[in-house]
């Protein structure tokens, strides 16, 4: 599930050439991962390699539409295992997530744009109350 807190917004990727973020911004295609594995040094990171780094990890061109456009939510900086890894902010395809937070294409455009490390962006998620 979503994880509830204040988390800074890090890093973009996407399928997609960068819509004019100033977030550090990649390009992604198939040899790039973020690793869930929690056996991993690199755990709840974007590494660049061939092969899966195993576990539960994500090929960021391979899961589609989806991973257009992502922010990362550095909801877990120290990477321990466990404490759950890839929450984005991306873009929706209509479906619930599984953790992630997703917005309409043109949504994440609109934000990617307005982005930049010097706002030290963050997103806020909680219950409503």
């Given at each position: 599930r979503t994880p509830q807190g204040t988390f800074p917004l890090d890093?973009?990727?996407?399928r997609a050439e960068n819509p004019g973020t100033k977030m550090p911004y990649r390009k992604v295609d198939q040899q790039d991962w973020w690793d869930s594995n929690m056996k991993s040094p690199t755990y709840n990171t974007h590494v660049r390699q061939p092969q899966s780094p195993g576990g539960d990890s994500e090929n960021l061109y391979n899961s589609g539409p989806v991973y257009d456009y992502a922010v990362n939510i550095a909801h877990n900086p120290?990477?321990?295992p466990g404490?759950?890894?890839?929450?984005?902010?991306?873009?929706?395809d209509g479906n619930p997530t599984l953790g992630c937070i997703s917005i309409s294409r043109e949504g994440m455009i609109t934000l990617l744009k307005w982005l930049a490390?010097?706002?030290?962006p963050v997103l806020v998620t909680g219950?409503?109350?």
């Open positions: 890093q973009a990727f996407g120290q990477n321990i404490k759950a890894s890839a929450m984005f902010l991306h873009v929706t490390p010097a706002h030290n219950l409503a109350g």
